[in-house]
C-alpha cells in the first residue's frame, strides 16, 4: 500500500473526524485480524494516525499472516512502538499476553473465485477463526468486539425493498459460492450466542462493497477493474447482463462507521454499513464510468460465458438502508463517482 498524497487525505479525514468518539480509546489495547487486508490496513494505519496526533496511549496489535506483506503494507509503521504484530493463522492460538479492550475481526476470504475453488477452506477460515477469535475476546473480557460481516448475508430479494438490519432473502444453500454468504449468516449466529452465553459485547458491521484508496494495485474486484479500464484505456468488459444491484461505501466512511460502531454501538446489535445514494446496477455502474469519467473513450462491451467460470455471486435485487447507522450519528460524504475518481487517482500515484 503506498502512502501517496491520496491516501494520506484519506486517513487525515478519518482521524480528523468530529463523529468519532477518539477519547473513548484512550489507552486502550485494540487487536485487528485480517490486518493486511483493505480493511484492516486502515483501521492499523487511522488507529496509529489518530495515537500520535491525539496522543492516546493506544496499542494496535496486528494479525498477520504474512510478515513480509505486512512490512509491504505499513512500511515505517512496522517500527512504531506502538504497533505489535501477532504473526500466525486466526484459527490457531492467538500468542498476546496483554489485555485486549477492542477487537476488529476483519479477516476473511474475499475473493469470489476463490470462494468457488476452495469452498471448504472459506468455510473453515470463516467458522474457525472466528471461534477461535470470539473465544480469545471472551477470555480477555474485551470492551466491544467489532464482527465484518458482508451484505451478501442478506441473501436475494423478490421485491423492491429498502433493506433494513431485520430483513432477510433467501440463500441457495445448494450453491457453491453460498458458503460465503452463509458463512456470515453462521458467524453472526455465533457472535450473538457468545453475547448471550459469556457477555462478550459484540457489534456487527454489515458492509456494502467498500473500495477507495488503499485498494491493491492487484485486487481484481469488479471495482478494480473498472477503475483500470479508465486508467488503460480499455474497454470494460462484463461477464454477466450486470443485473445485480450494488450498494457501496467508500473507504473513509466505512473506517470512519467501524469506529463509531464500536464505542457507540449497541451490544448483540447490526448496522448496515452504505452510502445509499450509491446504490446501481453493475451495468449503469459500468456506463457512467465509460461516460462520464472515462469521457466516452471506452466502451462496456459484454462476454457472458455459459456457466459461472469466475465464481461471481447471484444477481441479487437489494438496496440497503442506512438509518440506523445514521442515527448514532454517522454520515457519508463520498458518492460513487468521487469514490472512484480518489481510487483512479490513487492508482495512478501508485504507478498502475
Known amino acids: 500500500m503506498g502512502f501517496c498524497n491520496t491516501l494520506s487525505k484519506d486517513i487525515e ?7 468519532i468518539p477518539w477519547e473513548e480509546y484512550k489507552g486502550s489495547n485494540i487487536m485487528v485480524s485480517g490486518a493486511t487486508g483493505l480493511v484492516g490496513s486502515l483501521l492499523c494505519i487511522s488507529l496509529l494516525s489518530a495515537n500520535k496526533k491525539y496522543n492516546l496511549g493506544l496499542k494496535v496489535f496486528a494479525v498477520v499472516r504474512n510478515e513480509q506483506k505486512a512490512e509491504s503494507v505499513f512500511y515505517d509503521l512496522i517500527k512504531d512502538e506502538s504497533f505489535v504484530l501477532v504473526k500466525g493463522d486466526i484459527c490457531s492460538e492467538l500468542n498476546v499476553k496483554e489485555s485486549i479492550d477492542y477487537i476488529f475481526h476483519c479477516a476473511s476470504v474475499t475473493t469470489s473465485k476463490y470462494m468457488v475453488s476452495n469452498p471448504v477452506e472459506t468455510i473453515e477460515t470463516s467458522i474457525f477463526g472466528t471461534h477461535n ?5 471472551s477470555e ?29 432473502g433467501y440463500l441457495d444453500p445448494l450453491a457453491i459460492r453460498s458458503n460465503y454468504p452463509e458463512c456470515k449468516r453462521l458467524c453472526e449466529n455465533m457472535c450473538e450466542a457468545f453475547y448471550s452465553e459469556y457477555n462478550v459485547p459484540i457489534r456487527i458491521a454489515r458492509l456494502s462493497q467498500m473500495f477507495g484508496a488503499g485498494v491493491r494495485p492487484d485486487d481484481n474486484r469488479v471495482f478494480a477493474q473498472f477503475a483500470k479500464a479508465v486508467i488503460t484505456g480499455e474497454d470494460i468488459v462484463l461477464h454477466t447482463k450486470g443485473l445485480s444491484e450494488g450498494n457501496y461505501c467508500y473507504t473513509t466512511d466505512s473506517i470512519k462507521a467501524l469506529l463509531l460502531i464500536a464505542v457507540k454501538g449497541e451490544p448483540g446489535e447490526a448496522y448496515n454499513v452504505v452510502n445509499p445514494t450509491t446504490h446501481t446496477t453493475i451495468a449503469n455502474m459500468a456506463n457512467m464510468i465509460a461516460n462520464e469519467i472515462a469521457k466516452g473513450n471506452i466502451k462496456v462491451v459484454f462476454d457472458i460465458p455459459e456457466e459461472n467460470i469466475y465464481g461471481y455471486a447471484t444477481e441479487t435485487r437489494m438496496k440497503l438502508n442506512s438509518d440506523k447507522l445514521k442515527s448514532l450519528g454517522w454520515k457519508p460524504e463520498i458518492d460513487l463517482k468521487t469514490a472512484y475518481e480518489r481510487l483512479i487517482q490513487y492508482y495512478r500515484e501508485v504507478g498502475i
Open 13 to 19: 479525514n478519518i482521524i480528523e473526524s468530529n463523529i
Open 133 to 137: 477469535i470470539l473465544k480469545f475476546a
Open 140 to 168: 480477555k473480557n474485551v470492551k466491544s468486539f467489532i464482527y465484518l460481516s458482508s451484505m451478501e448475508m442478506y441473501g436475494t430479494f423478490d421485491s423492491d425493498i429498502e433493506v433494513r438490519e431485520n430483513n432477510i
